[in-house]
């Protein structure tokens, strides 16, 4: 995995189980806490892509409102990858209201305007 905290952008490997994980490739001591994070949290927000249509591009960033247990990250993820959303669209603007009973919602990160073709 790679390591989204410091600007090196260190290659992680992790190994080992749950309660006794190990972490090599690091070049600074917080990558080892990124993933020891990464790994055993129950959550976490979600990030990815829809499709956009009638837009200046094809896909558009998405956040969750909330952390997504990792139980259900999978489904979230799947179904934020089959949306399909019209241009325009505001930053903020609720996608997915209340995704899978969970209570969390799927924002645009992102305005985008209507394509202009």
Known sequence: MKCNICPVGCMLEVGGSETDINVTGNRCGRGIEYARKLISDESKILTGRCILLNGPMGRLPVVSSKPVPKDI?????????????????????????????SGIDILAQRRVGRSSM
């Open 73 to 101: 990250s999978d489904a979230v993820l799947e179904q934020v990858r089959n949306l399909r959303v019209y241009a325009p669209v505001e930053k903020g603007q609720i996608l997915i209201e209340n995704i899978m009973g």
